[in-house]
């Protein structure tokens, strides 16, 4: 199996920044591992949140939902996504690209 393989899988489907420690660059994979940590808490209290606002109202119509969920209410969650899914990107690629690089440099 080819080097960069392994850590580009980890980046990907278990933590981001699994890859980097797994390239041997532990200080950038635990710095984003954090920034992941920080932005999943960050969605999770989001969510709590708006969903303990509609439980506390004695109705759940479609209207008591928009009145209590506003636009920044969503707003505020799509940016956690986004943030979280650049995150997710950048880990991954740069599992890629190092591996990769750190392969080609055992060979030669």
């Given at each position: 199996m080819k080097a960069?393989?392994?850590?580009?899988l980890c980046s990907a489907f278990v933590v981001p920044g699994l890859g980097q420690v797994l390239n041997g660059q532990i200080k950038k994979g635990l710095i984003?591992?954090?920034?992941v940590f920080v932005t999943v808490v960050a969605v999770t209290l989001k969510l709590a949140?708006?969903?303990?606002?509609?439980?506390e109202q004695s109705e759940l119509p479609h209207a008591t939902v928009q009145k209590f969920w506003g636009v920044q209410d969503y707003a505020i969650l799509l940016a956690l996504v986004?943030?979280?899914?650049?995150i997710w990107g950048y880990s991954v690629v740069d599992a890629f690209l190092n591996g990769r690089k750190q392969g080609r440099e055992a060979v030669n």
């Open positions: 960069y393989v392994l850590p580009t984003i591992m954090a920034f949140f708006m969903v303990s606002t509609l439980f986004v943030v979280f899914a650049i």
